[in-house]
């Protein structure tokens, strides 16, 4: 007799909307998040020689409707997910529009070693030519593969793997929209078989701090009003003055260059800053490193220095550390830990 073959992995699949459940209305217009997720795995029969797939509609939006709220019961459902020893990985179904945003997040709350995989696609399901059939093949295969394990939260678009710190949304429309910048690519992918390279550079996933943020005694609790903020020439004061009388205790500024910003805006961040509003400097190019203590005096003014993240990501760590601290120096460790 024949050995029995190995039976399959299982993986839980959460899904959330976005362009990867898409579907055309009227002429060049698309409705994100209109398919449920049985449509969508349906739709790709080959994923049933990947793994054994549970599947679980956590939210139906597009991506730019993502709000803390479904950030927490996400969270919530893959730590629970990562937390059953039956399931190998977590796949999530996203719109490309914040999925940085949600992918860095989990990455900093959910405690695993396990695979934990966004996907999306850029043109909707019932496009010619759709990408999201094989990108949603290609991150099954990630969530379950060994190599995958303790890499943090990952994004897979267009065969490419990309660490949830590096990767970045960089074109409106392109397939080949998410870049992961210096740092470079987690990996490759080629019809579900992946390929990796080094491994991420900062504290991610079970190392994280944040982890027991989304324990069920805390899951209620809302995180800081965290603003940002985009600077230009000739800016003046008004939205920062406007942010701070909103209740912001943080504010992320996406600088000119190296985190610039002129001087009208400074003297209100130092304001801020001095009222307790913690103020990081992010920038607005893209790419490169916020150092301190630059062209500005981060020191004397009490300014912390975003390093590699990027502004909408420098956002969502200042909301995690303003929780567990306003000491700015703390605060500053963070962006260089995380
Ligand atoms: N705005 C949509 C979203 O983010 C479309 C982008 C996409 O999913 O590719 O959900």
Redesign the pocket.
Known sequence: MPPAAAPLPCVRLLAT????A?AHTTGRGYR??ALSIDALVAAVPQLATLARIDVEQVAKL???DMTEAVWRKLAARVQRAVDNPALTGVVITH????MEETAYFLNLVVRTDKPVVLV???RPATAMSADGPMNLFNAIAIATAPAARGRGVLVVANDEIHFAREVAKTNTTQLGTFASGQRGLAGLVNSGRPHFYAPPVRRHTAASEFAPLIAASVSERTLPRVDLIFAHAGMDRALIDAAVAAGARGLVIAGVGDGNLGATALAACAEAAKKGVAIVRASRTGGGVVERNIEIDDDRLGFIAANELNPQKARVLLMLGLTCTRDLRMLQEMFFAY
């Open positions: 909307g976005g362009t990867i898409g994100a998040a597009g991506s730019q719109g490309t529009d914040t999306g696609a850029m």
